[in-house]
């Protein structure tokens, strides 16, 4: 603000609380003045009109100050930001699970491990090879003890066909293509099932076999031999795992039974 536009703020400020003198007051200051008065007694009487008059000034000059003085901020000085609470916690973070991350894999086939290196034993269903047209004939079939295991072996004359290992929880099969059930000897057993494959007119041998000094196998026995599937039958003492592979030179599929 201006000092001119200060003086005039004051000026209005003091016209509106002083009142004009009263006319009795001004007449006799006029007489006195007028009246040849002692200077002592004109003296105080001026002074005291004179300090009216400052005192007057002053209450006009902090009645202006009070209703108009405002805070101010210092040029190039920003504002203060509003206080931000120290203890404020931040927006959660949504997590997203990652799919299969905490999933529990389910447990594998029982495996035991084998010291002639071959296949490990396994007490879960085992295949391999490929369907054979025309399908391959089947030379012979044997079994015997070995070492830890009892071995069972299917020799073709032919390609290696498709094969299949199930076991079950007792010695009955169902003979093919009859359908009735025969039972072998044992309290388990294995089926084994080839596709691609044909024993009339090559198989040379027994078709039901007995082996001495096995500890799991007690027989095995052809179930059937229709429309290119030959399937035997393993009766066993007991369940327990076994290994099913090939081997070449001759083509041969091997059933190992855990002892």
Do not use: K
């Not at 000026?11 to 006195?32: G, K, N, T």
């Not at 090879?129 to 009892?150: H, M, N």
């Amino acid at each position: 603000m201006s000092r001119r536009h200060l003086r005039d703020e004051l000026r209005d400020v003091f016209d509106d609380i002083s009142e004009p003198a009263h006319p009795a007051l001004s007449a006799r200051i006029r007489e006195q003045l007028a009246g040849g008065a002692a200077p002592t007694t004109r003296v105080p009487r001026l002074a005291v009109a004179v300090a009216v008059v400052t005192a007057a000034v002053l209450v006009g000059s902090l009645v202006f100050v009070s209703r108009h003085a405002a805070p101010t901020t210092p040029a190039g000085r920003p504002s203060p930001s509003p206080s931000v609470s120290a203890t404020a916690e931040p927006t959660p973070v949504p997590v997203i699970p990652v799919p299969g991350a905490t999933a529990t894999p389910s447990p594998a086939p029982s495996v035991s491990a084998t010291p002639d290196g071959g296949p490990p034993f396994r007490c879960a269903t085992q295949s391999g090879g490929a369907v054979q047209t025309p399908p391959t004939g089947v030379a012979t079939a044997r079994a015997a003890a070995q070492s830890g295991y009892d071995r069972f072996v299917l020799e073709f004359a032919g390609p290696l066909p498709q094969y299949e290992v199930r076991a079950q929880d007792n010695a009955q099969f169902v003979q093919d293509p009859r359908g009735t059930t025969v039972t072998l000897a044992g309290s388990a057993g294995l089926l084994v099932t080839v596709h691609g494959a044909r024993a009339a007119g090559t198989f040379t041998g027994a078709t039901d076999l007995r082996p001495d000094g096995t500890a799991v196998l007690r027989e095995a026995s052809q179930l059937g031999d229709f429309e290119g599937v030959v399937t035997w039958g393993l009766g066993l003492s007991r369940a327990t795992c076994f290994r099913a592979f090939t081997l070449t030179g001759p083509s041969r599929l091997i059933v190992d039974v855990q002892s």
